[in-house]
């Protein structure tokens, strides 16, 4: 179920208690979300991702790394992820929501009752993204439904950078070629591999390769 939530919400109940890990790219963001957390009784904080039902992740914005950081927590550590943002450009919601995010919070909105309130949502399988946000996102997928031209690939489907490497692997490029041609790390070529891979539950490269062909991509 997804949701949207006004940066402020009603006290949540203290009968349960979710397992939550802060992740944050400097010291001051983390200790800031830990402290926000820590006045709740429904958190119960840890250090280990691996063993948490819901990761925190902050970020400022989200390049590639930033991206790279919530496909691991979802995928290897398996937790759910609350993402805290400071922006979010219009091409990077769908990568966002295809890479598992559970809750989305601005990081201008992250009060206490905020972020609690989105960790529990996360924590019971459920979608909380900031009304705004929640406005795009349907914007966008009406728009992918009506076949929009201005916005390739859709949630069963290759983006438009998924269909720039699927192209170059299909013309017997390797990883580091395809990062030049691209301007692209060669990090980057092997998580837009792997995330399309994973998403469309293809087997290999060459299965991906077959896929774009017969959906008209390539």
Known sequence: ?????????ASVPTAR???????????ISREG?????????????????GSAAVAV???????EAALARLRRLVRSEGARVVLVVG???????????????GAIVWRREATAHRLVQAVLTAAEGGGDLPADLLGRLISQVGRLHRGGADQPGSFLGLTSREVDVVRLVAEGCDTSEIATKLSY?????????????????????????AYALREGYI
Request: charge should be negative; aromatic fraction near 0%.
């Open 17 to 27: 208690r979710v397992r939550v890990a802060v992740t944050a790219p400097d010291p």
């Open 57 to 63: 992740l902050v970020e400022d914005v989200l390049d």
């Open 87 to 101: 922006t979010i450009r219009e091409n990077e919601l769908l990568d966002v929501i295809e890479c598992g995010a």
């Open 185 to 209: 790390s060669e990090r980057t070529v092997k998580n837009v591999m792997h995330g399309l891979t994973t998403r469309l539950h293809l087997r290999n490269r060459s299965h991906a390769v």
């Open 1 to 9: 179920m997804l949701s949207s939530h006004p940066a402020a919400t």
């Open 33 to 49: 979300v830990l402290s926000q957390l820590r006045r709740h009784p429904e958190v119960d904080l840890g250090e280990d991702a």
